[in-house]
């Protein structure tokens, strides 16, 4: 979602960690079920939802990212957020990503593509360039915690840039359906300023960040 999530990113573990080499396809933190579903909230008030789902197709991984936002005062809608991103990998790289935005009715795309040695980019905001070297790129789409390792493409904007990453801990998160799960959380600065959780088989827990209001996304588990 980028600080809109650039602001909302709707988005590096320390930085200091060591970049790994690409996993195994089977490998990826994929659920078991094959989806990912969180209520969204603003200061409290559900707003929305997020969805990820996971497809394999021999040795290739789809993941496709369907967001929604809708903030209303005295049932007037004042914003409205969508966000659809379909992310490609073979052989556990990152090979591709196609993304479309709707930001409050101002329409935004990005597309990646793998190149020798890196990505090539094409997007509504930050126009077209190539990215190579290291660390390796991965979207702003949270379910994989190796993005906190990588430069991080944000998927609204189309800009890219390392993060800054601590973890003060592990906690007790709440869920959507009313209950808790233990999460690790890590807390991105930077260009970034969010706040991540990953649970003890490495699935992404939950999401906060604050921009004219605290907005957080409780995992449905």
Sequence with gaps: MGQQLERRGFLAGAAALAVPKPMLATALPV????????????????????HVRFTHSRNCLRVDTNAEMVITVAGIALFHYQCRVSEYWSGGVFTRLDSKVNHNGTPLAVQADQISGGYAICSTKAGDYQYTGNPPMLPLTYWNQAMLRAMILNVETGRHYPAVVNSPGWNKLPTANGGTVVAQRFNVTGKL????WYDQENQWSGLEFHVAGNEVFQKYV
């Excluded at 300023?193 to 991540?196: A, N």
């Design 31 to 50: 659920p078991s079920g094959g989806t990912l579903h969180f209520k969204i909230l603003r200061n409290g008030t559900p707003v929305g939802e997020h």
């Design 193 to 196: 300023h969010l706040s991540l």
